[in-house]
């Protein structure tokens, strides 16, 4: 990001000192403050969702590793200050065995319908949802659903709107990028 719009500032002090028309100075400053908004928004986004789950990420070193290094101390900070602020306002003052971030009670791992605690306190990714995405390079007739009874052809340089769940696999392996 630092990159890209030192380089267009560059350019627009360029432009300054050339006497290029104030119409044309003035556009290029509108596409970089356009381009400067983009990425901070999208950095914004990111972030808040590292925050919202980041106990999730924080379990697993697979999520971790996908993170950056700035990234990965932000969530293992935003982590450590959850604990830390939890603890010090509310489970220090529960009896032994209430006192987990994570778990409900000490004797219990699982609620009465035989989920995990940890699942259903610690928010996790909606997988079902809808996201926008384009192909790499031709897939081929794509199997979307368990039963096999939505197939899509996925060509290259296409967008879709598929379910996550259904493309996660092609997401890691590289085969499609997320819009």
């Known amino acids: ?8 500032e560059e350019t627009l002090d360029d432009f300054g000192e050339s006497g290029v028309d104030d119409l044309v100075v003035s556009l290029y400053q509108m596409d970089l403050d356009r381009t400067l908004f983009l990425l901070r928004s999208y950095l914004r986004l990111r972030l ?13 070193e697979d999520l971790l590793s996908r993170l950056s290094q700035q ?4 969530a293992k900070s935003c982590t450590e200050m959850m604990e830390k602020h939890l603890e010090q306002s509310v489970l220090s003052k529960l009896p032994y ?7 409900q009670s000490l004797s219990s791992t699982e609620d ?6 940890d699942l259903i306190i610690i928010p996790e990714p909606q997988l079902d949802t809808f996201v926008f995405c384009k192909t790499k390079s031709d897939v081929g007739a794509f199997q979307l659903d368990d039963i096999g009874e939505e197939v899509v052809d996925l060509v290259a340089d296409d967008l879709y709107v598929l379910r996550y769940k259904s493309i996660k696999g092609l997401v890691e392996s590289g085969q499609i990028d997320l819009i």
């Open 1 to 8: 990001m630092g990159s890209y719009s030192s380089t267009e």
């Open 48 to 60: 808040q969702k590292i925050e919202k789950y980041m106990m999730h990420i924080s379990k697993s």
């Open 71 to 74: 990234e990965q101390r932000f």
């Open 97 to 103: 065995g209430y006192d987990s971030v994570t778990r």
């Open 112 to 117: 009465d319908m035989g989920i995990p605690f």
